[in-house]
C-alpha cells in the first residue's frame, strides 16, 4: 500500500459545484496533515493545513480521521480559478531528529464555465 | 521578498554530462529539500538537509548529490546524467519542524531533459 493514496482523478465540475477530495495514508505515526495546490507547470504551494478538529478557509474545509488514516478537502461553490491538481501531504518523523513529508499523486480538478 | 530561487529554469543535458542545480533562500529557513517530479508519480524526495554542513537521503537518491555548505544554498549534483533522471526537479525549504505545522515553500522548478 502506498504510504499516501488520492484518487487521480479528473473531476470535471461546473462552476458553483461542491466537490470533495478524498486521501488516505498507511503510516499511522504520520503527524501532520496539508493539502497543497499546483496549477500545471508551476510549483506546489501550501493550501492549507490539516487539523484534528477539522478546519475551514473560506470555501475550503478540511477534515481529518485519524481512526480511519484518512484526510478530506471539500470546495464549496467552485470557481473556474480553483482548476488545479490538489496534493495531500503527510509528515511523519523520519529519525535523527528530522521530518519529511510525503506527497500523494495528487487529484486533477476541471472546474468547467 | 524572493523566498526560494532555484537556477537554472531549463536545461538540456547529454547523457553522461555533469551539472548543478542551485536552490537559494532568503527566509532562514534551516530544512532544505530537493524533490523531482514525473508524470503519475507525484513528488519524490532526493536528499534534503536539517542544517548547515548536513544532508540525507530520501526516497530516491542514486544518481544525485548533494551539498549544503552555506544555510541559504541547497546544491543537487548529477555527476552523470542519464535519460532517467529527465524530470522537473523543485527546491523547497521550511523552518525546523516543532509543534506547529511548518509548510514547505517551493522554488518554481527546474525542467530538466536528458538526452
Known amino acids: 500500500r502506498k504510504e499516501v493514496e488520492q484518487d487521480p482523478g479528473p473531476f470535471n465540475v461546473p462552476e458553483g459545484a461542491t466537490v470533495a477530495f478524498n486521501c488516505t495514508y498507511s503510516?499511522?505515526?504520520?503527524?501532520?496533515f496539508f493539502w497543497y495546490r499546483q496549477d500545471c507547470r508551476k510549483e506546489p504551494k501550501l493550501l492549507m493545513s490539516v487539523y484534528s478538529s477539522g478546519n475551514e478557509d473560506g470555501r475550503f474545509t478540511a477534515q481529518l480521521n485519524r481512526a480511519s488514516q484518512y484526510i478530506s478537502l471539500l470546495i464549496r461553490d467552485s470557481k473556474l480559478s480553483d482548476s488545479a491538481t490538489y496534493l495531500c501531504v503527510v509528515r511523519r518523523y523520519s529519525g535523527a531528529g528530522s521530518y519529511q513529508l510525503t506527497f500523494g499523486k495528487g487529484t486533477k480538478l476541471s472546474v468547467i464555465p | 521578498n524572493a523566498g526560494v530561487t532555484q537556477t537554472p529554469k531549463f536545461r538540456v543535458l547529454k547523457t553522461g554530462q555533469s551539472m548543478t542545480l542551485l536552490c537559494a533562500q532568503d527566509m532562514n529557513h534551516e530544512y532544505m529539500y530537493w524533490y523531482r517530479q514525473d508524470p503519475g508519480m507525484g513528488l519524490r524526495l532526493i536528499h534534503y538537509?536539517?542544517?548547515?554542513?548536513?544532508?540525507a537521503k530520501g526516497e530516491v537518491p542514486d544518481g544525485y548529490n548533494v551539498s549544503r555548505l552555506k544555510k541559504q544554498n541547497f546544491l543537487l549534483g548529477l555527476e552523470s546524467a542519464a535519460p532517467s533522471q529527465t524530470s522537473v526537479y523543485f527546491c523547497a525549504s521550511s523552518y525546523r519542524w516543532g509543534k506547529e505545522n511548518q509548510p514547505q515553500h517551493f522554488g518554481d522548478g527546474t525542467r530538466l531533459s536528458i538526452l
Open positions: 503510516n499511522s505515526a504520520s503527524q501532520s
Open positions: 538537509s536539517v542544517g548547515e554542513g548536513t544532508t
